[in-house]
């Protein structure tokens, strides 16, 4: 698996360390010190594979012209050079960065995800970066060396630079001191360096198709408490259970300990631990988790009990009793507050799509779609599909469609995709595996990825969805709450459409909730029934009953048909399955083996092959190093990949067939489920091992003839429901007697449903009430009583307002037509109009007197202190202080919020107004009608807080008093104030005219225009030039056979075929150097031509991998670039244009302009203006026409208005840099002061 590992660490002198013989080690090179004359060989050492020297962008001449240098004398010259700017006992000459990179890329993919990661966070911080990729087994990892001064055109500039804030100016301590920090890598730099490198990680990781992610946080960081155990292995357990010591089982005992008592201390980790597998649990699954923490009955109890009172725990639903016997029938369940929350959004999310009506297909697309369907495959839709179909292209934001295992779920999506398409619309896919996605695409011809490609893709602001965009997510049920939240949170926030696609009783989410099922019940579904995967319609029946969540009845109906076995005692029900697989693969059937148990699917697959051996099959066979271990393969092998890879489009789940082997590359080819046939070399690709028998999760979305399956006690609803859904014609299952005890058993397992639940789902229970109440208090959104009363109380407004209209258009009606009847409203429409909307009066109950807390009555002692010091001083002065303390009391203070709950659980029936108008005193006969709505003790409460509560009346008047103040106050100085702030503002209004138009049409397609920048890019022509002097070493006419290559990549043609052939037999390709006497023998030249051809070969694929990468690149930017241009840039505003104006007045005094607020505004504007125009169009050095994009939509306009857009844009570049020249310049010179007045403490 991939794993997380980044660490830094500093080369210095005063180490008596050297940065020539650092970088002449990592490269396992051998270099001169030129500053000492030192050689330093390690030309010996192993592993290291690849090397770089990078350079950013704009770096001074003499580092360009380092780079250009041959082979390791980059390293050597510049790194000299490092050391003999740093002479300083202090000095540091270089950080290293070491990144662990993933074992699941392949060479060339870590290459590629190690040259993101130091462009974009190296390079771009003026860094050269010398890496080094040691591609160690099981631990490949990249050494990156970076320098610790700035470039500059003479060498290297100061180590010590100014710190620069967020507005671009130094920063500066409480002192008006400059603050510095030293250059290159600090640690105040590793966190954002460490996110990047986990960021990348991720995106490359799902780029290639693999579902895993690493996390550069710590365990504390993401919020577990645990230690996580080591792997012990079969060598340590042999080791202790022949007495033996073993150093991992020690360590995993002292860990095991240390999380026991990490629960003792914190039992509140166990709900952490199940909430990250599942959303809602019981007293059992608290219980089963606590006693794996725990070794004895009282650390038991206690976190129980702990765990129990916990704050974070919410009661979703009590426990349910029979009456009679006082056993618990449904335990009690529960969740946590963040699970809580985060499944609410998702409900929230949802019903906000749900109220959206912007996405209604016209029932002619919706048809033609159908008739070009079923003309297209040749067969017609049922009635049922075509329902879904019109549901789906209804106007509604969300659809969800429950579409049972073979009902023809990607048939329906596929019809949908043509109508929305016809309709204008975009329409992307995902689902979770690679598989589910290419099935989604060639299904349904929907442009899909993986749900992690789409999360990495919107962390980093890309691929992100519009509005009017159509999103199907498909085999929803197998996604977590997590990520649902995630994809409905977008789609709703970009003012797309999402549908949902699935079956919720199909294999469940592998982490908490199951989303899909709850927002299915909320928002409604559509249900595919019809099941044409089954042919034979008692198996479709036996289907239906699956899909219903009627497992026991599926069971029972194949049983009467035969189709279930418990075998014999004494027989290997493996062995039996197996010789029944058999007769179904002889016959030529596409026939499967399920089970549930890696070990079982690695036995059954050795049963398999022994099987097909002994009929005469797999012979001749051979050994190949796998990721499962060193296996036996043959001609005609069915095998099964792992993982994804890029370079030959194999996905995780695809099966094969082995049908040639090279002994001399060991390179198989591979007839893959599609048709295709790919080659690949075990010791770049072996992620793939046997695959007759397959796991039930692998099958997921699969369709076979006949499928055969060993059925243990590990097997649940779930899973029964895929494996017996997988078949057209046969199906079988088989099983142990030793697994069951009786037939009974074997029905309960099987059909006992795991389905994972959702908090949302409970939402009608009381306790999802009070845990609903708690949610939205939290986020200051009131209570849902609240937004009832809010809601009745719009309503009574309008129905109000729409009485009056009634009764004016009827008097209007008889002014213009006296002599007509006036037709009245009937009866009960009048009134339905006129009639209030009303609650039932309740039967009259006693109201309960708050608790005031001690938090209110400190408040109240500090009101009381204040009005009495106002009464005796009667000031201005202390009158005001009243103000401020009454103001502190209900609005700014700590306890403010606590405050007015207390006052409002009163205001019904003894509001402020009440309390002032009865006295300072308690007076309980002007109180009586207040007072008779409580309990006798309650009034002695009151009777006692009367003090309180009266100071509190009279806060509360005073803050109202002091509001009141304010907006008369507001209101006089606005007319005074508005004119100067127009005219103040309307300076540095963003102008209506735009300076650069938009660009709404694009003369030249997308495709066209990618090709021919990818054509003329450095990073290609430089590539090809590499490739051609390369063929040259081979092929008399190379440049024939380069540009013949180079039109392939081109055009999208495959050149892996080409790429073999090449190595294999390279004469075939083209005329080569040399010549062969009559015996076949090669002469020197040819020998040399021959000896040349895996470099040419490996000059080609990087030719043709660059050319991937930079097409890809400039399609991103290309499509961005275009989605910019379907708005305008609009100029500077009047006071940035002032502002330059003034700035490059001859006598103009620049410090102080640069430092006053209108400086500080217009260089803010400057700024987002030219980043915004760099986005767009580039950087440039002296005009904007150096851009081909803008020449592009210059070429659209007039030409004396595009000279003069150019001319502008210039003018505002002159300008920019102007402002910060000077501004360099100021800080320099504060700089070279406080260098003067610290001596030789920092060496500028």
């Known amino acids: 698996m991939a794993i997380y590992h980044l660490s830094v660490k500093e080369f210095s002198v005063a180490r008596g360390q050297s940065a ?724 009974d058993d074997f029905l309960s397992r099987l059909s006992n449903d795991r389905q994972k639940d959702v908090s949302f789902l409970h939402r009608h229970t009381q306790d999802y009430a009070d845990a609903l109440r708690g949610f939205m208090e939290r986020r200051d959104l009131g209570t849902p009583s609240d937004w009832k009363a809010a809601v009745e109380r719009t309503v009574n407004h309008w129905k109000g307002r729409l009485e009056q209209v009634t009764e004016r258009l009827r008097s209007v009606r008889q002014r213009l037509f006296p002599s007509q009847e006036i037709q009245s409203m009937p009866e009960q429409r009048v009134q339905s109009v006129r009639s209030p909307v009303t609650s039932p009066v309740p039967a009259q109950t006693l109201r309960v007197y708050p608790v005031m807390s001690d938090n209110v009555r400190q408040v109240v002692a500090r009101l009381q202190h204040t009005f009495e010091h106002a009464e005796r001083m009667d000031t201005d002065r202390s009158r005001k202080e009243v103000m401020n303390t009454s103001q502190n009391a209900f609005v700014d203070g700590n306890h403010a919020r606590e405050v007015r709950s207390f006052m409002a659980g009163l205001k019904d029936v003894m509001g402020p107004t009440t309390i002032l108008a009865a006295g300072q005193k308690f007076n309980a006969e002007k109180l009586a009608p207040a007072l008779s709505q409580f309990s006798a003790a309650d009034q002695q409460k009151i009777e006692g807080d009367w003090p309180a509560l009266h100071s509190l009346a009279r806060a509360s008047f005073a803050v109202n008093q002091l509001e009141v103040a304010k907006l008369m106050h507001s209101e006089s100085k606005d007319n005074r104030i508005e004119a100067a702030y127009e005219k103040s503002v309307s300076l540095w209004r963003t102008p209506d005219k735009e300076l650069v138009p938009a660009m709404p049409v694009f003369k030249e397609d997308i495709a066209k225009t990618v090709s021919r920048i990818a054509a003329s890019h450095p990073e290609t022509v430089k590539a090809a030039k590499y490739m051609q002097e390369d063929l040259a070493q081979c092929y008399t006419d190379a440049g024939g056979i380069a540009k013949l290559f180079i039109t392939d990549v081109r055009n999208g043609v495959s050149v892996h075929d080409t790429l073999a052939m090449m190595q294999k037999n390279p004469e075939q390709i083209g005329d080569m150097h040399g010549k062969r006497n009559f015996l076949g023998r090669p002469n020197e030249d040819r020998s040399a031509a021959i000896a040349a051809i895996p470099a040419a070969v490996s000059a080609m694929r990087h030719f043709a991998s660059r050319y991937e990468n930079v097409t890809q690149d400039v399609t991103q930017k290309e499509t961005l670039f275009r989605q910019q241009m379907q708005t305008g840039l609009p100029g500077l505003s009047q006071g940035a244009t002032n502002f330059i104006e003034k700035f490059n007045d001859v006598g103009a005094n620049k410090e102080q302009l640069l430092n006053s607020d209108e400086g500080k505004q217009a260089r803010r504007e400057i700024g987002e203006f030219m980043s915004a125009f760099t986005e767009r169009f580039g950087k440039f050095e002296t005009s904007p026409t150096e851009s081909e994009r803008f020449n592009r939509v210059a070429a659209t306009i007039d030409p004396a208005i595009a000279s003069e857009l150019a001319t502008q844009v210039q003018h505002v570049k002159s300008a920019e840099q102007s402002i910060d020249l000077h501004s360099s310049a100021y800080s320099l010179g504060q700089s070279q002061s406080l260098s003067q007045s610290r001596g030789n403490e920092i060496e500028v």
Not at 105 to 114: A, G, M, R, Y
Not at 229 to 240: L, P, R, S
Not at 460 to 468: E, F, I, S, W, Y
Not at 486 to 509: F, M, N, S, Y
């Open 20 to 743: 020539v013989a650092a970088v002449a080690y990592r490269r396992a090179a051998n270099l001169l010190n030129e500053s000492t004359g030192q050689y330093h060989s390690y030309s010996n050492k192993p592993a290291v594979i690849h090397s770089e020297f990078a350079i950013p962008e704009g770096s001074p001449k003499w580092v360009r012209e380092l780079s250009e240098l041959p082979g390791d004398q980059s390293s050597q010259k510049f790194w000299s050079q490092v050391e003999h700017h740093n002479t300083r006992v202090n000095s540091r000459l270089a950080n290293e960065i070491v990144l662990a990179l993933p074992v699941e890329l392949t060479s060339d993919q870590n290459i590629d995800l190690v040259r993101q990661f130091v462009s974009d966070k190296l390079l771009s911080r003026g860094l050269v970066a010398d890496w080094s990729y040691h591609a160690v087994p099981e631990n490949p990892h990249v050494h990156i060396m970076v320098q610790t001064r700035p470039l500059v055109e003479n060498g290297f500039g100061p180590v010590m630079k100014p710190v620069i804030d967020d507005d671009g100016n130094v920063s500066r301590d409480k002192n008006g001191k400059i603050q510095y920090a030293l250059y290159g890598i600090s640690k105040l730099d590793l966190p954002g360096i460490r996110e990047a490198w986990a960021s990348v990680q991720n995106q490359h990781l799902a780029m290639h198709g693999h579902d895993i992610r690493v996390d550069h946080r710590s365990y504390e960081e993401q919020g577990i408490a645990l230690v996580p155990t080591t792997h012990i292995g079969v060598g340590a357990n042999a080791i202790a259970a022949n007495g033996g010591h073993s150093d991992r089982i020690e360590r995993n005992k002292e860990i095991q300990s240390i999380n026991r008592q990490e629960v003792l201390d914190n039992p509140e980790i166990i709900l952490d631990k199940i909430t990250s597998q599942k959303s809602v649990f019981n007293d059992r699954d608290i219980a089963r988790e606590v006693f794996k923490y725990t070794d004895n009955r009282a650390d038991y109890q206690s976190v129980i009990l702990r765990i129990g009172a916990s704050d974070n725990l919410i009661a979703l639903a009590a426990p349910v009793y029979d009456p009679v016997s006082d056993k618990e029938i449904t335990p009690a369940t529960y969740t946590t507050r963040a699970v809580f929350e985060n499944e609410y959004s998702i409900l929230e999310n949802a019903e906000k799509l749900h109220k959206q009506d912007t996405f209604y297909v016209p029932e002619k697309r919706v048809q033609a779609s159908i008739n070009s369907f079923e003309k297209d495959k040749g067969f017609s839709l049922s009635d049922e599909q075509k329902a879904v179909i019109r549901y789906v292209t209804q106007a509604q934001g969300i659809a969800t469609v429950v579409g049972y295992a073979g009902a023809g779920k990607s048939t329906v999506m596929n019809v949908v995709r043509q109508a929305y398409e016809a309709n204008g619309a975009r329409v992307f896919g995902a689902a979770l595996a690679g598989v589910a996605v290419d099935g989604l695409r060639e299904s349904s011809g929907i442009n899909s990825r993986t749900i992690r490609s789409w999360e990495v893709n919107w962390e980093r602001d890309k691929r992100n969805l519009q509005a009017g965009d159509v999103f199907v997510l498909d085999e929803a049920g197998m996604v977590s709450s997590q990520q649902m939240r995630t994809i409905v949170e977008h789609v709703e926030k970009a003012g797309a459409k999402l549908i949902i696609v699935g079956d919720h009783r199909q294999l469940q989410p592998i982490m908490s909730g199951a989303a899909f099922r709850g927002i299915a019940e909320n928002v409604g579904y559509r249900e595919l029934t019809g099941i044409i995967r089954q042919r034979n319609p008692e198996h479709v029946a036996a289907s239906l009953h699956l899909a219903r969540g009627e497992t026991r009845q599926a069971l029972e109906r194949h049983e009467a048909l035969g189709n279930i076995q418990i075998s014999a005692k004494g027989v290997d029900a493996r062995k039996q399955i197996v010789q029944e697989w058999g007769q179904s693969w002889n016959a030529g059937n596409d026939a499967i083996i399920l089970t549930h148990r890696n070990d079982d699917v690695e036995a059954l697959n050795q049963y398999a092959r022994s099987l097909l051996k002994d009929a005469g099959g797999l012979q001749d066979e051979f050994s190949l190093t796998t990721s499962k271990g060193t296996k036996s393969f043959a001609i005609g092998d069915k095998i099964i990949f792992l993982e994804g890879d890029y370079e030959t489009g194999l996905k995780n789940g695809s099966v094969g067939f082995i049908t040639e082997y090279d002994q001399k590359t060991r390179s198989l080819s591979i007839e893959v489920d599609n048709g295709k046939t790919v080659s690949i070399d075990p010791a770049r690709y072996n992620s793939f091992t046997h695959g007759y028998a397959q796991t039930i999760h692998k099958s997921q979305g699969k369709t076979v003839d006949d499928a055969f399956i060993y059925a243990t006690s590990m097997m649940d609803a779930q899973l029964s429901y895929v494996a017996l859904t997988r078949h057209r014609d046969n199906v079988r299952l088989i099983t142990s007697p030793e697994a069951f005890k009786d037939r």
